[in-house]
T-cell receptor, first 112, second 116 residues
Framework: GENVEQHPSTLSVQEGDSAVIKCTYS??????FPWYKQELGKGPQLIID?????GEKKDQRIAVTLNKTAKHFSLHITETQPEDSAVYFC???????????FGTGTRLTVIP | EAQVTQNPRYLITVTGKKLTVTCSQN?????MSWYRQDPGLGLRQIYYSMNVEVTDKGDVPEGYKVSRKEKRNFPLILESPSPNQTSLYFCASLGPLPGQGIYGYTFGSGTRLTVV
């Protein structure tokens, strides 16, 4: 099956700086790559996703890039704010987006 | 409010005592799933259901059962819980996210299960 690796496991940045989280996947058939944000005591929440027919997608301060040749994708958060502090998960799946294979998570801390 | 509701939030039980974690969604999604979250392992799929009366195993189904008698409910059953099933469990449904214009998973708030 699919194997998703995520780095780093923890990340601390100063407020206003950028944060980058990287993931690699193993199954070249995967074509759906969502990112989830999990706040303390809550379930993961979808924040952005990208499909394999697109190389980059942006939504305000959040962007995701995908390199299908290298089988890696990244989450970029610009102008970080304290409320961005959370655990972020990347995931990969096939076209139906049914069975998501998750990375192990990145705990992001934004220091005011 | 569109949501996935699971209960209970916290549960401590003893080895071998059958338990059920309930899950309900109000978005009319056909696809529902259960995940467990363990430190350093991310989320792993236990079981999923593509529609009423259609269920199948995920990546870590051993020791679990599910049922899907109606579209909105997808309970997780542990017939004889063991300590290695101590974990944080999430129910999720897959479909259009109301008001967001995207298609993806909506997760419940989680059930922290401890088996002693």
């Amino acid at each position: 099956g699919e194997n998703v690796e995520q780095h780093p496991s923890t990340l601390s940045v100063q407020e206003g700086d950028s944060a980058v989280i990287k993931c690699t996947y193993s199954d070249s058939a995967s074509n759906y790559f969502p990112w989830y944000k999990q706040e303390l005591g809550k379930g993961p929440q979808l924040i952005i996703d990208i499909r394999s027919n697109v190389g980059e997608k942006k939504d305000q301060r959040i962007a995701v890039t995908l390199n299908k040749t290298a089988k890696h994708f990244s989450l970029h958060i610009t102008e970080t704010q304290p409320e961005d502090s959370a655990v972020y998960f990347c995931a990969a799946s096939g076209a139906g987006a049914n069975n998501l294979f998750f990375g192990t998570g990145t705990r992001l801390t934004v220091i005011p | 409010e569109a949501q996935v509701t699971q209960n209970p939030r916290y549960l401590i039980t003893v080895t071998g005592k059958k338990l059920t974690v309930t899950c309900s969604q109000n978005m009319n999604h056909e696809y529902m799933s259960w995940y467990r979250q363990d430190p350093g392992l991310g989320l792993r799929q236990i079981y999923y259901s593509m529609n009423v009366e259609v269920t199948d195993k995920g990546d870590v189904p051993e020791g679990y059962k599910v049922s899907r008698k109606e579209k909105r409910n997808f309970p997780l059953i542990l017939e004889s819980p063991s300590p290695n099933q101590t974990s944080l469990y999430f129910c999720a449904s897959l479909g259009p996210l109301p008001g967001q214009g995207i298609y993806g998973y909506t997760f419940g708030s989680g059930t922290r299960l401890t088996v002693v």
